[in-house]
C-alpha cells in the first residue's frame, strides 16, 4: 500500500526530464552524461556488478570501472566533480559542458569576449572546449574574425553567411582538405527521442499514477510535467521502457 507521501509527491526538478532548451550541439553530451548518472545513481547497478574475482564490487570498485568505460571528461563530471551526480547536465556550468561537447560553431562578438575576460584566441578556444578536440576534428578546426551589420534583415545575414559556408567548403574540397562529413544528425531515435525517453522514466519513478491522470482516464493531467511531450500514459510507459532497455544495455557492460 502506498503511504500518504508516495501518493503526493513534490515536483520533480524540471531539468531531470525536459531537455528542449539544451543547445542542438550538446545534445550528444548531454545523452551520455544525463544516461550515466542514470546508471551511477542506480543502487542496484553497483550491487550487481563483480570485481575481477568474482565478488560484488565495491563502490570504489565501481567508480574505477564506470570512469574507465564512461569517456572523460563527462565521467569525471558524474563522479569526480558532482559526486552524487545530482546535478543535471543543464546545471552544469558552461566551461564544463564544452569541454564534453563535440563543438560544430562558436560565434562570439568582440563585448561578449569582453564578458568573458578573452583577451587572445587561444584563451577562446580553452574556454570554449575547442582544445578538448581529438586530432582529426582539431586538424578541421578554423579561427577567423568576422564582422556583422546589424541594419540588415536576419534572413540577409543568414543568406550571407550560407554563402561563406558554400565557398568555404568549395575551397577546402579544392584544396584536397574536405573529407566525408563525420557528424550527421541523426532521425527518430537520436538524441533528442532518447533523452525524452529517460525523462519519460524518471516522471514514472517520481510520480504515482494519481498524479499524473485524472481519475478512471488515460490523459496526463499536469501540464507542467510532460504533457506537451506524450498525450496520454500509454505512450509515457513505452517511452519509460525504451530509456530502461537502453540502461541495461550499458549496465551489462559492468558485469
Not at 8 to 18: A, F, M, S, V
Not at 20 to 38: D, F, H, K, Q
Request: hydrophobic share 35%.
Amino acid at each position: 500500500m502506498k503511504t500518504a507521501q508516495q501518493e503526493n509527491n513534490g515536483e520533480l526538478d524540471r531539468n531531470e526530464w525536459c531537455f528542449e532548451n539544451v543547445e542542438p550541439g550538446e545534445l550528444g553530451a548531454c545523452y551520455i552524461y544525463e544516461y550515466s548518472r542514470e546508471l551511477a545513481r542506480r543502487p542496484h547497478i553497483i550491487s550487481e556488478t563483480r570485481n575481477y574475482n568474482g565478488n560484488a564490487a565495491t563502490d570504489e570498485e565501481f567508480r574505477s570501472r564506470f570512469l574507465k568505460l564512461i569517456p572523460s571528461p563527462i565521467g569525471d563530471l558524474v563522479f569526480a566533480k558532482y559526486g552524487a551526480s545530482n546535478v543535471s547536465w543543464q546545471e552544469v556550468d558552461r566551461k564544463a559542458r564544452s569541454q564534453c561537447v563535440t563543438i560544430r560553431l562558436h560565434l562570439k562578438t568582440l563585448q561578449q569576449l569582453e564578458e568573458d575576460d578573452v583577451t587572445s584566441v587561444d584563451e577562446f578556444a580553452r574556454l570554449f572546449g575547442w582544445t578538448q578536440q581529438d586530432e582529426e576534428d582539431s586538424n578541421r578546426t578554423e579561427f577567423g574574425l568576422f564582422a556583422i551589420n546589424w541594419n540588415y534583415a536576419d534572413r540577409e545575414i543568414t543568406q550571407a553567411f550560407t554563402e561563406f559556408l558554400l565557398e568555404r567548403r568549395k575551397e577546402h574540397k579544392e584544396n584536397g582538405k574536405a573529407k566525408k562529413i563525420r557528424y550527421k544528425l541523426k532521425a527518430r531515435g537520436g538524441f533528442t527521442d532518447r533523452l525524452n525517453w529517460l525523462g519519460a522514466l524518471r516522471v514514472l519513478n517520481h510520480y504515482p499514477n494519481s498524479q499524473l491522470v485524472e481519475s478512471g482516464l488515460q490523459r496526463i493531467k499536469i501540464h507542467s510535467i510532460c504533457s506537451h511531450l506524450y498525450s496520454n500514459l500509454s505512450d509515457l510507459y513505452k517511452s519509460a521502457k525504451k530509456a530502461r532497455n537502453l540502461l541495461a544495455i550499458m549496465s551489462a557492460t559492468f558485469h
